[in-house]
């Protein structure tokens, strides 16, 4: 039978949209653990900000950060060497632009088009703080980019701004907020992954767990992907694909039940 393995987004999955509790993940996470199959964290959140919630959840598994711009594999992790950077205890494979390329573009389009778009990058942490709901530390750790810019629009999207990021040959996405980036996404890093985990244990299950478009990506890549319930009581409407299975639910209610249901 083939090894398992859950890929999960954090925000409104197994963190619930507002508090950023898991205590109703419990169960499943317990059975989890029981049973040796890893949990890769697959999130929008930067590589400091997962790994506060690693030590949380006691995970000790690859991680996916910033819709796939990075992906950090625990040295030792695998029998054999990818074809990462050595960098704080993790094999990184890196595949997103750099910050800093993706803020000066961000900041060109946004002034070429006279649009009043807002990123991370324009600031500050009690900003971002009270944006979040996230505390002064945590949104510290937010501002903490690797790969891409979170933006806001002062109304409602503006759909200029994100045909011209089209037309640059950058892509965007949303979750909670809309996100600039290279050319990168969750898709192709859990792809990646689940390669090197065939290298090692042979055929995978693979299980995957979103609730927004930015895990849309993901969710095509994987043997049996789960949409989870929002905060509003519904289901993000964009996300369509063979095979989908949908919480009844909400955020961390929704997926303890998909992982329960999954792994009976």
């Avoid at 989890?32 to 900000?49: D, F």
């Avoid at 060109?108 to 649009?115: A, M, Q």
């Amino acid at each position: 039978m083939p090894k398992s393995v859950i890929f999960t987004d954090l925000d409104g999955t197994l963190l619930h949209p507002i508090t950023y509790s898991f205590a109703e993940t419990m169960p499943a996470l317990d059975l989890i653990k029981e049973r040796g199959i890893p949990l890769v964290i697959c999130s929008s959140k930067t590589r400091a900000e997962i790994e506060v919630y690693r030590k949380r959840l006691d995970n000790v598994h690859p991680f996916i950060s910033e819709n796939g711009g990075g992906i950090y594999l625990p040295a030792g992790y695998f029998p054999f060497h990818g074809s990462g950077d050595q960098q704080g205890g993790y094999e990184v494979i890196a595949l997103g632009s750099r910050y800093e390329e993706i803020r000066k573009r961000f900041v060109e389009l946004r002034d070429r088009l006279g649009i009043a778009v807002r990123g991370f990058g324009d600031m500050t942490i009690e900003e971002v703080a009270g944006l979040t709901g996230l505390t002064i530390e945590e949104a510290d750790l937010a501002k903490q980019r690797d790969f891409e810019e979170p933006f806001i629009f002062p109304d409602k999207p503006d759909d200029r701004f994100l045909k011209e990021i089209e037309g640059e040959k950058l892509r965007w996405t949303q979750g909670r907020f809309f996100h600039l980036m290279g050319d990168h996404h969750k898709g192709r890093a859990v792809n990646i992954l689940r390669r090197l985990y065939e290298r090692r244990d042979g055929p995978v299950m693979t299980i995957g767990i979103g609730d927004s478009l930015n895990d849309l990506p993901f969710l095509f890549a994987v043997d049996r992907p789960v949409l989870v319930k929002k905060e509003s009581g519904r289901h993000d409407g964009r996300i369509d694909i063979p095979g989908l299975a949908r919480t009844e639910g909400i955020g961390p209610v929704g997926w303890n039940e998909a992982v329960l249901e999954m792994l009976k």
